[in-house]
């Protein structure tokens, strides 16, 4: 147990594949999958918290709510021409009037053509994965899009009606809480692995994995699919020859990178150890392949990275081919000494070899996004937000950092995602989560990366049941 984090690895935090070829997604509407349904307002969560379709307790009326729980849920059900009827948690669905002088927007008893909706996506750049929603039963009639006012009520629920065109008062998102038929997931790792981060090693023409523990094991799979398996072989250090800031049980959240220097690969593990019950980042070296037993070579030291009061954890490093440039990235660990939010920070480095290899950071450290205005993402500090578990890729002209969020081992925890055409920002956050536990069925994404292979990325996570 991290006693610092609030952190304790279930009994079985395995590892997950999952494919971003399969062509499926719940933030497309689904019959069987129960959502929120937030409206897209001008401005921010929480600028403006009421947002979410809601109901009261005696299911007869729907407004926009400020919060996401039980009374915000609506299970979508397949109604005729691809609509959907839209249920509450207490039996009744969403319903409008067929007569078209009202505009009001309630719920009935049963599903029928009062009840159907369809769901349209957004014309606006912006639009991807946003709907309009349509009352199907009132074709014929002008006022007929879900519609909610352009000002922003911020100590009372806001009403919601029907408006006669589609624009950004009739924009809404979908997000999936749970699916009547969970996804099916296959383990990809023999044994527990928490923080798992897998690659291709160069050295030993496997892909292999790393997973937070006392020496970083070590596991290997001759190839990649959402079946494959990774046999545990070792671990990465022998437990012999460590350096007083390196020592201690737990070494957290590891990444092997491999660079090519004078002829030969060399292997450089990152991680964070628990120095004066705070966490800091270094690094341990391989000249003789990826193999266990072979990282020998530690940094000196911890890496100066500013010495934030809460620590510095979860280290990533992005090479940019666009500049010939690595970057180290990492969080600060603010919700360690109680900050309501975290950092995401980056750091130019350098890699050399000597008589044996060194890293150098270039330049200054520069924040590159915070945990704030997102709704769904919480923390362990009340009121607050957390992301943490950063990682860049390049795609087209974008750089993508992936974040996880939320409360580790909680319902809350997902994986979000910024872009930005800059590699140090600033980065834009997509306004729903990559994945969420809702989506993929249980709860905390130990870690996450893409790792390319041919045509296909694949998504590596952890989750725990």
């Not at 494919?19 to 509407?29: D, G, L, N, Q």
């Not at 939010?341 to 890699?351: E, P």
Request: net charge negative; glycine share 8%; aromatic share 16%.
């Amino acid at each position: 147990e991290d006693l610092l984090h609030g952190k304790t690895f279930p009994m079985w935090a395995l590892l997950a594949f999952f494919s971003i070829a399969v062509a499926f997604t719940p933030y497309e509407p689904k019959a069987g999958w129960t959502y929120y349904i937030e409206a897209r307002r001008q401005l921010t969560w929480p600028a403006c918290a009421y947002r979410f379709m809601s109901y009261p307790s005696s299911c007869d009326s729907i407004d926009l709510w400020s919060g996401a729980g039980g009374n915000q849920e609506f299970t979508f059900h397949p109604a005729p021409g691809g609509a959907f009827y839209l249920q509450t948690s207490c039996g009744r669905y969403l319903s409008y009037a067929s007569d078209c002088s009202q505009h009001v927007v309630d719920t009935w008893p049963q599903a029928g053509v009062n009840q159907a909706f369809n769901f349209t996506r957004s014309t606006a750049s912006s639009g991807a994965f946003e709907y309009f929603i349509e009352a199907v039963g009132r074709r014929n009639c002008a006022f007929k899009y879900l519609s909610f006012p352009v000002p922003c009520t911020t100590n009372q629920p806001d009403v919601l009606d029907l408006w006669s065109a589609p624009g950004p008062e009739q924009t809404f998102r979908i997000h999936p809480v749970r699916a009547s038929s969970p996804i099916v997931h296959t383990w990809n790792s023999q044994s527990p692995c928490a923080d798992p981060f897998a690659w291709y090693s160069n050295s030993t023409s496997q892909f292999q994995l790393l997973c937070t523990s006392t020496l970083l094991d070590v596991s290997t799979t001759p190839g990649i699919d959402p079946e494959s398996h990774f046999k545990h072989i070792g671990s990465a250090l022998t437990g012999n020859n460590i350096p007083s800031w390196a020592s201690g049980q737990s070494r957290w959240a590891p990444e092997n990178i491999e660079v090519y220097m004078q002829g030969k690969w060399f292997n450089v593990i990152f991680w964070a150890n628990s120095v004066a019950n705070t966490h800091r980042i270094g690094w341990v070296s391989s000249s003789t392949g990826s193999l266990p037993g072979k990282w020998d070579h530690f940094s000196p030291n911890y890496l100066n990275l500013g010495m934030a009061a809460g620590g510095d954890i979860d280290a990533h490093v992005f090479f940019d081919a666009a500049s010939n440039t690595h970057y180290l990235v990492w969080k600060t660990d603010d919700n360690n000494v109680g900050m309501t939010y975290t950092r995401i920070w980056a750091h130019k480095i350098s890699f050399s070899v000597g008589a044996s290899l060194a890293v150098k950071l270039e330049g200054s450290p520069q924040q590159i996004l915070d945990s704030t205005g997102l709704w769904w993402v919480d923390s362990w500090i009340s009121g607050g937000s957390l992301i943490e578990g950063p990682e860049i890729i390049k795609h087209g002209e974008y750089y993508y950092l992936f974040f996880a969020s939320g409360r580790y081992c909680e319902w809350s925890y997902s994986e979000g995602v910024a872009r930005s055409k800059n590699v140090l920002g600033p980065y834009e956050k997509m306004a729903i989560p990559l994945l969420s536990s809702g989506i993929v069925g249980m709860y905390s994404f130990l870690s996450f990366s893409s790792l390319a292979l041919r045509s296909q990325k694949y998504l590596r996570y952890g989750g725990s049941r």
